[in-house]
């Protein structure tokens, strides 16, 4: 078998499952909180998952629409 045709076999057979690093489903209710307890695991600052969580959107529709 070719190192493609593995690499895509192993690709179909959900690689990622089981696996305990893999991110857990984002598409949930909580979706931010999920986002914002795994950024502020790796080390993230308070200030930087604001902005990653939608802080810059925020500011930038407060410049653009005033407010």
């Given at each position: 078998?070719?190192?493609?045709?593995?690499?895509?076999?192993?690709?179909?057979?959900?690689?990622?499952?089981?696996?305990?690093?893999?991110?857990?489903?984002?598409?949930?209710?909580?979706?931010?909180?999920?986002?914002?307890?795994?950024?502020?695991?790796?080390?993230?600052?308070d200030a930087?998952?604001?902005?990653?969580?939608?802080?810059?959107?925020?500011?930038?529709?407060?410049e653009v629409?005033?407010?």
């Open positions: 078998m070719s190192v493609t045709m593995n690499r895509r076999r192993f690709l179909q057979m959900g690689a990622l499952a089981g696996r305990r690093d893999a991110a857990p489903d984002p598409n949930t209710p909580w979706r931010f909180e999920t986002l914002a307890a795994l950024l502020a695991k790796r080390g993230h600052s930087r998952i604001a902005k990653i969580l939608g802080g810059n959107f925020a500011r930038l529709f407060r629409w005033g407010g």
